[in-house]
């Protein structure tokens, strides 16, 4: 005796129907729509850890980023008939075309797609049936885009019972009903009026499947089963009904390609097994159906009391009161629409009225809550998966690190030993470009923070699987992906950002392979402002020395052979450039300074001066680089006082053609005009140059001198300009001479201040 | 035809609701006058079993009027919320008239809205020579509604004092409406409900008292989804306002209508309709109820004084009378838009030039 049961995949009345159908009658081998190949992994059903939602993945171990996945939820009528046949003992298998064959056909398909050009996109989309009854495999690289909108063919049949939509009408007619004893038959005797009446030509992967089914059917019969229980979509059904002789089916079958596949269970989230991830045979709310599931005679009451306990945890006034009418709208508003229940549209149209004051925002919060909900299953450990997947699964759990539907923020604090440990696990996740966590930017000094967000998504696993081919732990396959990926590289920006990432995952041997890259590069590289562009990243990461015991020390090495390099040629690269360029290294200048400052090693600095020095008194060298240059040496108290003035004198000097002063000067002046408001000497000798200026001459550098004024700040421009106001040389600021103060008078005040700090004397 | 100015709208649709009544056979909560669907029908519109046409009197989301008609039959009230000229009080009108057949129980919310108004008052005289009686106590509309069990409407409860909207809460949550002087109470008969009108805009006037507010269901009613939608108001509260007034005028063109829809949902939503121009947004409102003036407006204008054609000419005035609200700032804004979207229009060169010459 054969049953053959049409459901709809993932529904909760589905669910419950198949559950109570196989427990009165009682089969004795259960098919389920699904690849055969992962009929290993059905033992794994029922057991106390794995959790759904789960998927089972399939995947191409040469290619993993060509897989599928087959989604169950606890009310996946295909669960719950696997999961009788593991309770009671009884054989239960997948019937689907096997997704060896599956998969070479794509791959054909693809190829020939391919081949025939652009000219034929798409010219082959079949008329399926909606996923829904269809197919419930959740493929990850689609060969051809999801088909076009088209009309689902139950909707004939939703809009013949009054309803605009088909996916309404099965819910009211099939998920919603209790106890309907012959509902299977008369799905049946619908999908199959539907194909008669629509007949549309199959595709040939259709047609495979559904032969393929019936290939399984047979098998069974001929081991002597007596009932056969088969579970598949609604739309398939007919067609195992009413079977075709057993030779057209293996004239169909004949000479299928094939590929190697593998599959595993992976732990599934709500939200992916809801519509708008994409998912073909997806469902508007798997929250609402996995309450429908667990409490099918619910009213709505109960449903509204998870309602308001979720807006009291979001600090909302929630009373008992709001929930009773909320209740009593929503069973008004059913009856109005001649519903024997309230759905999850009257419930949430009561909840929008009743408690949140007509406002659809908060309505927001129930849907990502409750509607669709956060939830992500869960695999045992003991099942077998690849091995990096392992060492993450372990690492997860040592760390307590849990994979999460929702993001979750966490602040590390890296003098702490496992936050640590956290932190490289996921530097090193994030250098195999596994995405589950971000890093984002932490307020605050110091570098012992970091803040992390991370939200697991299923596509993750595949990435995983994909990585495995590096190695079988994280640190190894880490390490060696980055390797490569600095052996790839050419250009020095990208092994030096590499190497900054690298560092705080505290992979020795890659870091020493990526400055060894980039000592290569360098060496090889004789284009100074590519060091220069570098520099200053790595010396951030040498500031990691302070809280990671890491290879800092390494990195210094590499520093100083940098700056020696650049020092030796910077000179000759700031001779005859043009004013953008220099303005470009100017910014170089800057930043490079700071990285020597950083640095605060006395060698590298006295380097560094000197070349500053060749630079100032280099002819050649583009007057504002110069400038900028002097300005330094006098920051560093190199040049003062009267060598300064000389200097700068030097440098304005009317010998000097004025754009090239105003050039010098602007390098000069570069970032802060407080130099110029202080030492009087300097502003005598601006202000002069300026008074010596004739008027065509002033004209043409007043850009120039703007520019330069532009950047100072306001405050800045300001004092400047009451300082002009003030009169010519006007000293502004009087410096008090040390012995000028009373003591005797200062005494007389210090009780006073004493009472107002609060001090008794 | 009647000689008042305007009829309820139990009087003008009085025809469509004996009708209804007829056909209508289901259910009918205690003192309706029509079953629950049957008011939605008279809402929306439909057909009847006999092909008696319903006309629609609120063109939109049917479920919004489901959840409202479905309140009423609660013991909740009804809290119809939206910007000005959404047909808030267009729907209470219409739901108090299907439900009671009466939408005359109505007090019009004001700043100065006394407790008197609300709950009771009193005839002095009567209440000096006799002393306090029944016979002395002024009846509002509240409590004639309660002791007859029909829908009592209030207009703009928001702009009701705080005060005297909490006096609202005895008369939901109990039922009851006490007279201590007599030592007496009035409680509500089976049918009776409250209807309240608020504008999204003045929500900051009187907030409700949170305790107020849980007796309320809350539909918000939002301004229309398309703009054929709008435009299908527009043209029928047009039709059913030239019957009304017996104006001369022709009927206006479609065309007319929408280009007055499209200025107003332009400026409303600040980009114009093919998305590509953002424009400022004036002060006012610039509802379909504004929309539906400016028209009646525009063809009182041409039957009386022009040529009994809706022209550009005859909107323009009320048009710019409903943009600009405030003569700075909006002024500048209507001219902005004038002259980068109505100016570059080809069909729109009338309107352009009527307006210009009116600012």
Not at chain 1, 144 to 160: H, T
Not at chain 1, 251 to 273: A, D, M, Q
Not at chain 1, 735 to 751: F, L, S, T, Y
Not at chain 2, 212 to 226: C, E, G, M, Q
Request: charged share 25%.
């Amino acid at each position: 005796m054969i049953h053959i049961l049409g459901i709809r995949h993932h529904g909760p009345g589905s669910a419950k129907n198949v559950k109570e159908f196989l427990e009165k009658v009682q089969p004795d081998i259960v098919l389920v729509e699904g690849p055969p190949e992962a009929d290993p992994l059905l033992k794994w059903v029922n057991h106390a850890e794995l959790k759904p939602p789960v998927a089972i993945l399939v995947y191409q171990p040469d290619d993993p980023q060509h897989s599928s996945f087959y989604p169950f939820a606890e009310f996946s009528p295909e669960w719950q008939a696997i999961a009788y046949a593991r309770r009671n003992d009884i054989h239960v298998r997948f019937m689907d075309l096997p997704m060896t064959h599956h998969m070479a056909l794509e791959k054909e398909t693809f190829e020939r797609l391919k081949q025939d050009g652009e000219n034929k996109k798409e010219g082959e989309q079949p008329g399926d049936a909606a996923p829904s009854v269809n197919n419930y495999a959740f493929r990850n690289n689609e060969v051809a885009p999801p088909p076009a909108v088209r009309k689902d063919p139950i909707s004939w049949l939703a809009e013949a019972a009054g309803y605009d939509d088909g996916e309404k009408w099965w819910e009211h007619m099939f998920e919603h009903r209790h106890g309907n004893e012959q509902v299977f038959d008369a799905v049946t005797e619908a999908m199959q009026v539907l194909r008669e009446e629509f007949a549309q030509k199959e595709s040939r992967v259709e047609q495979m499947r559904e032969a393929w089914m019936r290939k399984t059917i047979r098998q069974a019969e001929k081991e002597m089963f007596q009932t056969i229980a088969v579970i598949c979509g609604a739309w398939h059904a007919p067609a195992l009904v009413n079977m075709p002789k057993a030779k057209d089916d293996n004239e169909l079958l004949k000479g299928l390609p094939k590929v190697k596949v593998e599959c595993t269970w992976i732990p599934w989230t709500f939200s992916r097994l809801s519509y708008y991830s994409g998912y073909g045979a997806g469902i508007e709310s798997p929250g609402w159906y996995d309450h429908l599931w667990h409490y099918p005679k619910d009213d709505g009451t109960r449903w509204m009391a998870k309602v308001a306990k979720l807006f009291r945890t979001k600090q909302m006034d929630t009373s008992v009161a709001h929930v009773i009418e909320a209740v009593r709208l929503a069973e008004t508003l059913a009856s109005m629409r001649n519903l024997y229940k309230a759905g999850l549209e009257e419930l949430n149209e009561a909840t929008k009225t009743v408690l949140c004051n007509g406002e659809d925002v908060l309505m927001q919060l129930i849907r990502e809550e409750l509607i669709v909900s956060n939830r992500i299953g869960d695999v045992p450990t003991e099942i077998p998966k690849p091995p990096l997947q392992l060492d993450i699964e372990r690492t997860q759990k040592k760390l307590r690190l849990p994979a999460t539907a929702d993001y979750k923020d966490y602040t590390l604090d890296l003098r702490k030993e496992n936050d640590l440990e956290r932190s490289i696990f996921l530097h090193r996740l994030q250098l195999l470009e596994i995405k589950w966590g971000e890093r984002h930017d932490v307020s605050g000094k110091g570098t012992f923070k970091e803040l992390w967000r991370l939200q697991w998504h299923p596509e993750i696993s595949i990435n995983i699987i994909e990585k495995g081919n590096w190695g079988n732990t994280v640190a190894e396959a880490a390490e060696k992906f980055v390797i490569q990926k600095a052996k790839e590289a050419d250009a020095l920006s990208t092994v030096s950002a590499l190497l900054g990432n690298t560092i705080p995952a505290e992979l020795h041997q890659a870091v020493e392979v990526c400055i060894q890259c980039i000592n290569n590069l360098a060496a090889a590289s004789g284009d100074v402002i590519q060091l220069m562009e570098v520099l200053p990243g790595l010396v951030q990461v040498t500031r990691y020395g302070s809280v990671r015991k890491t290879d800092a020390d390494l990195v210094l090495g590499i520093v100083n052979s940098m700056l020696t390099r650049i020092c030796v040629s910077l000179p000759t690269a700031c001779t005859a450039v043009s004013d953008d360029a220099a303005q470009k290294l100017l910014e170089l200048f800057f930043k490079l300074n700071d990285a020597v400052n950083v640095l605060q090693q006395s060698e590298i600095t006295a380097l560094w001066q000197q070349t500053l020095r060749s630079i100032a008194a280099s002819d050649n060298a583009s007057p504002m680089i110069s400038g900028y240059a002097t300005r330094l040496l006098a920051d560093y108290k190199l040049l003062e006082g009267d060598e300064l003035v000389r200097v700068f004198h030097f440098s304005m000097s009317s010998g000097t053609p004025p754009d090239k002063a105003a050039s010098w000067l602007e390098g000069f002046l570069k970032g802060s005009g407080t130099i110029l408001l202080i030492d009087n000497d300097l502003w005598c000798l601006v202000n002069n140059w300026v008074d010596t200026l004739d008027e065509e001459t002033f004209t043409r550098v007043l850009p120039l001198l703007r520019r330069t004024f532009a950047g100072f700040s306001s405050p800045e421009r300001k004092k400047i300009g009451e300082k002009v106001k003030a009169g010519g040389s006007g000293a502004v600021v009087k410096q008090v001479a040390e012995n000028a103060i009373d003591e005797e008078r200062a005494k007389q005040g210090i009780p006073v201040i004493m009472q107002l700090l609060g001090i008794k004397n | 035809m009647s000689s008042l100015l305007r009829q309820h709208a139990e009087q003008l649709f009085a025809q469509e609701l004996e009708e209804l009544q007829k056909q209508d056979t289901g259910k009918r909560p205690a003192n309706w006058k029509l079953t629950p669907q049957g008011v939605v029908t008279y809402l929306i519109g439909g057909k009847l079993k006999n092909g008696f046409e319903v006309t629609p009197k609120y063109i939109g989301n049917k479920r919004l009027m489901e959840i409202a008609v479905a309140t009423l039959t609660t013991d909740r009230a009804l809290l119809l919320y939206g910007l000005p000229g959404t047909a808030k009080s267009w729907v209470s009108e219409h739901l108090s008239a299907a439900v009671s057949g009466d939408s005359t129980m109505i007090v019009q919310g004001t700043a100065g809205t006394s407790e008197e108004s609300i709950r009771y008052g009193w005839n002095y005289a009567r209440l000096l020579a006799e002393g306090p009686s029944e016979k002395a106590l002024v009846e509002t509309p509240v409590m004639r509604a309660m002791k007859d069990g029909k829908i009592v409407r209030i207009e703009e409860l928001t702009r009701i004092g705080a005060d005297v909207q909490d006096t609202l809460i005895t008369i939901l949550s109990e039922k009851t409406l006490p007279v201590p002087e007599l030592n007496m109470e009035v409680q509500a008969v089976k049918g009776f409900n409250v209807i309240a009108t608020a504008n999204n805009r003045d929500k900051g006037v009187n907030e409700l008292s949170s305790a107020l507010k849980r007796r309320f269901n809350t539909v918000i009613l939002p301004v229309p989804d398309s703009m054929e939608e709008e435009i299908d108001i527009v043209k029928r509260r047009v039709e059913s306002f030239e019957k009304v007034m017996e104006l001369p005028a022709e009927p206006p063109a479609l065309q007319e209508i929408r280009r007055i829809v499209t200025i107003f949902r332009e400026l409303r939503s600040g980009v114009t309709l093919d998305g590509k121009t953002r424009i400022k947004t004036p002060s006012g409102t610039l509802s379909t109820a504004e929309a539906i003036s400016v028209v009646n407006n525009g063809l009182a204008m041409a039957a009386y004084f022009g040529d009994g054609q809706l022209k550009a000419a005859d909107l323009a005035a009320g048009i710019i009378g409903s943009v600009v609200k405030d003569p700075v700032q909006d002024k500048l804004v209507w001219q902005e838009y004038l002259e980068t979207v109505v100016k570059p229009r080809d069909e729109w060169k009338d309107i352009y030039r009527a307006c210009r010459d009116l600012m």
